[in-house]
C-alpha cells in the first residue's frame, strides 16, 4: 500500500529555537498534504492544507508565520515550528492521498513527530 | 454541527468476541467517503477500511467490517474476533467528495477499544 515518511518522529528542543518536520509520500505522487496536531487523548485538529507549488491553506486560529509550511515537490512537504515555545509541545502529523484510482479516496499518514520544547 | 460523532469514548471487549464501534455522520453532499483508522500507542494512523457513499456492499477486510446505513448516517465498524493487539484509538473520518485528493478530512473523536484477555 501507500507509504507515507515522516521525519523526525521526536524531537525535544529548547524555547526558541525552530524545528523542521519532513513529510515524505514514498511510492506516490500527493499534490495535496495536510497537517494535524493532536494533543494528548483528542482527536486531530486540521492545522492546514499543503498545496504543491502554492500556498499553504490554513485553518482559523492557526498562525501560519509560526507553523510554516513548504511543499515545494510533489513528494515532500514541510512543517517549520518557528520559534518554538513549551505550548507548542504536541504531536504533529502529516497526510496524503495517493493518485490511484481506489487509492485517490484514501489519506495515508506519517508515524507523526512527538514535538518537546523545554 | 459536528461532521462525525462517535459516541463511545472508551469500550472493552472480551478476547476472540466480536466488537461494534459506533460512528454517525452529518454532511448534505451525495458524494462522501467514510473511514475508519487506527491508532495504537505508537501513534501512527493506520487506515483500516473504506466505505464510498456510492457503495452498495458493506465494505470488508479481513476482520474488520464497516455497517454502513445510509439512511441512518451511520458507519459503524465492526471487528470480529478480537485480538490483543487490537487495543488502540479509533476513528471514523468522512471526507466529503470523491474526486480528486484534496478535499479534507473531517474526524470523531475516537473511541479508545481494550481487549481483555
Known amino acids: 500500500g501507500a507509504v507515507v515518511s515522516q521525519h523526525p518522529s521526536r524531537v525535544i528542543c529548547k524555547s526558541g529555537t525552530s524545528v523542521k518536520i519532513e513529510c515524505r509520500s514514498l511510492d506516490f505522487q500527493a499534490t495535496t498534504m495536510f497537517w494535524y496536531r493532536q494533543f494528548p487523548k483528542q482527536s486531530l485538529m486540521l492545522m492546514a492544507t499543503?498545496?504543491?507549488?502554492?500556498?499553504?491553506?490554513?485553518e482559523q486560529g492557526v498562525e501560519k508565520d509560526k507553523f510554516l509550511i513548504n511543499h515545494a515537490s510533489l513528494t515532500l512537504s514541510t512543517l517549520t515550528v518557528t520559534s518554538a515555545h513549551p505550548e507548542d509541545s504536541s504531536f504533529y502529523i502529516c497526510s496524503a492521498g495517493g493518485q490511484g484510482v481506489k487509492a485517490k479516496n484514501i489519506q495515508y499518514f506519517g508515524a507523526g513527530t512527538r514535538l518537546s520544547v523545554l | 454541527a459536528q461532521k462525525i460523532t462517535q459516541t463511545q469514548p472508551g469500550m472493552f471487549v472480551q478476547e476472540k468476541e466480536a466488537v461494534t464501534l459506533d460512528c454517525t455522520y452529518d454532511t448534505s453532499d451525495q458524494s462522501y467517503g467514510l473511514f475508519w483508522y487506527k491508532q495504537p500507542s505508537s501513534g501512527e494512523m493506520i487506515f483500516l477500511i473504506y466505505?464510498?457513499?456510492?457503495?452498495?456492499q458493506n465494505a470488508t477486510e479481513g476482520r474488520y467490517s464497516l455497517n454502513f446505513q445510509k439512511a441512518r448516517k451511520s458507519a459503524n465498524l465492526v471487528i470480529s474476533a478480537s485480538q490483543l493487539g487490537d487495543s488502540a484509538m479509533y476513528f471514523c473520518a468522512m471526507r466529503e467528495g470523491l474526486r480528486g485528493t484534496g478535499n479534507q478530512f473531517y474526524f470523531g473523536t475516537g473511541t479508545s477499544l481494550t481487549v481483555i484477555p
Open positions: 499543503s498545496n504543491e507549488g502554492s500556498k499553504a491553506t490554513y
Open positions: 466505505q464510498g457513499s456510492y457503495d452498495e
